[in-house]
């Protein structure tokens, strides 16, 4: 089992609309999760940190975390072209800070 | 404020050779991390550095090295290269107190491995 999961995609979604992405992580200690999202031919680029169970918002992207379940979304509100991208999640375990990555999910937002 | 900064952006070497890669940490980082990124696949760690120190290692074999210098900049080296070391490689700077922070990364130099 890889230590984060996430589906490959591609998501395709019309503009406009909610794209979710999902992941899930084996490390039950771990306790610092992030969102990156990665243009073609570019690095990685921050976007949220969770860090407790439940809703974090920050304008059109909600992050949720549910550490019973070992899983945490992405929720993109009112997708944008400008959102295709790839967008990989990315955990710390307790006691460590090696981030650990998923091998990411390609989003296609369609005008 | 300063954001990390690698060099070179893209490098061509041989099987056997060796390549040192640079990366300037964002300014009031203590922390610097090296990933490597294959082709569709999310970054690997190779290791971390705090004050100097390796803080942490991946799954990496010892010809990947590194260093971090007084500024908080760091090198990675990587010895007897071979074709499989062709890949993205990212700096990730970050302000380590309690540990989890967020990392910021530069924008990666390319190697090929020829």
């Known amino acids: 089992q890889k230590e984060v999961e996430q589906n490959s995609g591609p998501l395709s979604v019309p503009e406009g609309a909610i794209a979710s992405l999902n992941c899930t992580y084996s490390?039950?200690?771990?306790?610092?999760f992030f969102w990156y999202r990665q243009y073609s031919g570019k690095s990685p680029e921050l976007i949220m940190s969770?860090?407790?169970?439940g809703d974090k918002e920050d304008g059109r992207f909600t992050a949720q975390l549910n550490k019973a379940s070992q899983y945490v979304s992405l929720l993109i509100r009112d997708s944008q072209p400008s959102d295709s991208a790839t967008y990989l999640c990315?955990?710390?375990?307790?006691?460590?800070?090696?981030?650990?990555f998923g091998a990411g999910t390609r989003l296609t937002v369609k005008p | 404020e300063t954001g990390v900064t690698q060099s070179p952006t893209h490098l061509i070497k041989t099987r056997g050779q060796q390549v040192t890669l640079r990366c300037s940490s964002q300014?009031?980082?203590?922390?610097v991390s090296w990933y490597q990124q294959a082709l569709g696949q999310g970054p690997q760690f190779i290791f971390q550095?705090?004050?100097?120190?390796?803080?942490g290692r991946g799954n990496f074999p010892p010809r990947f090295s590194g260093l971090q210098f007084p500024n908080y900049s760091s090198e990675l080296n990587v010895n007897a290269l071979e074709l499989d070391d062709s890949a993205l490689y990212l700096c990730?700077?970050?302000?380590?107190?309690?540990?989890?922070?967020?990392?910021?990364f530069g924008p990666g130099t390319r190697l090929t491995v020829l």
């Open positions: 490390d039950r200690v771990s306790q610092s």
């Open positions: 300014s009031g980082h203590n922390t």
């Open positions: 990315a955990v710390i375990r307790d006691n460590n800070n090696d981030m650990r």
């Open positions: 969770i860090y407790s169970n």
């Open positions: 550095y705090y004050r100097e120190e390796e803080n």
């Open positions: 990730a700077s970050s302000l380590l107190l309690r540990g989890g922070e967020p990392q910021y």
